[in-house]
C-alpha cells in the first residue's frame, strides 16, 4: 500500500480523520487498560486480594457477612 | 519549482470559468507578493506522500492520545458522583419472609426508614377489596398496592407530619398514628385523620422466598 493510498483511504476527509481518531482512541484505550492490569497483576501475583482470599477461604469465611439488626 | 506555480496559476485560472469583466479591487491592492524558491531547502528525492502521511500520522497519534485521555478524565469525573459501594450495599434489605407467619406485623429499617411487612391474612385481603373506592380520601383499589395480595410492603411512615405509625391499632384494623390520630387501612390506606396520602409502597421485588427492598 503506497502513502499516497493511504492519505486517500484516511486522511483526505476530515470526518474520516477524526472518525478513525476517535475509533482507535476506544480500541487503544480498552488494550492499554488490559494490557496495564494484566502486567500490574502478574507483577504483584500472590499479594492481590483475589490470591489472599483463597488462603483465608479454607480457615475463615464462615458466613460472618450477615448483618444481625 | 516555477512549472508548479505556473501550474497552480493555470488551475485556478481554470476554476474561474466565469471570467471577471470589471474588477472591482484597485491593482494597488492586489498582492505583489513572490513566493520564494524554496527549492534549494528541500530534499533531493523526496517523497512528498511519505512525509504527509508521516506528518498527519503523528498529528492523528496525538489526537488519539488526547482523546482517549480526555475520555479517562471525563469517566474519572463521572464515576466519582455515582454512588459508592457502601452506599449502594445500604441501599436494598433482604427480608426472610419464610419467618413472618400470618396475620402478623415485621418492621425492618430500610435507609433510616422504617417499613411494615404485613403477611396478611385471606380475610384481611378480602376486607381490603371490598372497600369501596369513593369513601377513600385517596382512592387506590388493593391490587394497586401489593404485588402478592398476602404480603403488603410499606413505608411506616405516617403521610401526615413523618410519625411511625402503630400496627394492629386504629379503627380500621390497620394502623394508628398516635401523633394526630390519623386511621390507616388494612391495605395502609388514609381512612380518618388529618394524614392526605396513603401509606407509601416502596419499590421491592420478591426472590423466592425472599423480600428485597429498595
Avoid at chain 1, 500500500?1 to 480498552?30: C, D, E, H, L, P
Avoid at chain 1, 496495564?36 to 507483577?43: D, K, L, R
Wanted: with cysteine.
Amino acid at each position: 500500500m503506497s502513502f499516497s493510498t493511504i492519505y486517500n483511504i484516511f486522511f483526505k476527509r476530515n470526518a474520516v480523520f477524526v472518525g478513525t481518531v476517535f475509533a482507535s482512541a476506544f480500541v487503544f484505550q480498552a488494550a492499554f487498560d488490559t494490557a496495564v492490569t494484566s502486567w500490574y497483576e502478574a507483577h504483584n501475583k500472590g499479594k492481590l486480594w483475589k490470591d489472599v482470599k483463597l488462603t483465608l477461604g479454607e480457615s475463615g469465611d464462615d458466613g460472618d457477612d450477615e448483618d444481625d439488626e | 519549482m516555477l512549472g508548479l506555480r505556473s501550474s497552480l496559476k493555470t488551475s485556478l485560472r481554470g476554476m474561474n470559468l466565469q471570467s471577471r469583466f470589471v474588477s472591482s479591487s484597485a491593482v494597488a491592492a492586489k498582492s505583489t507578493y513572490r513566493t520564494p524558491d524554496f527549492g534549494d531547502y528541500l530534499k533531493e528525492n523526496n517523497n512528498a506522500d511519505k512525509s504527509r502521511t508521516y506528518a498527519y500520522f503523528m498529528v492523528g497519534s496525538l489526537g488519539l492520545l488526547s482523546s482517549a485521555g480526555a475520555k479517562s478524565t471525563v469517566e474519572t469525573f463521572i464515576s466519582s458522583m455515582t454512588a459508592s459501594a457502601d452506599v449502594l450495599a445500604m441501599a436494598k434489605v433482604e427480608v426472610d419472609l419464610a419467618a413472618i407467619p400470618e396475620g402478623k406485623n415485621v418492621v425492618v429499617k430500610w435507609q433510616g426508614k422504617p417499613v411494615f411487612i404485613r403477611h396478611r391474612t385471606q380475610a384481611e385481603i378480602n376486607e381490603a377489596n371490598s372497600v369501596d373506592l369513593s369513601q377513600l380520601k385517596d382512592p387506590q383499589t388493593d391490587a394497586d398496592r401489593v404485588k402478592k395480595p398476602e404480603w403488603l410492603v410499606m413505608l411506616g411512615i405516617c403521610t401526615h407530619l413523618g410519625c411511625v405509625p402503630i400496627g394492629e391499632s386504629g379503627d380500621f384494623g390497620g394502623w394508628f398514628c398516635p401523633c394526630h390520630g390519623s386511621h390507616y387501612d388494612i391495605s395502609g390506606r388514609i381512612r380518618r385523620g388529618p394524614a392526605p396520602l396513603n401509606l407509601e409502597i416502596p419499590q421491592y421485588e420478591f426472590d423466592d422466598q425472599k423480600l428485597i427492598v429498595g
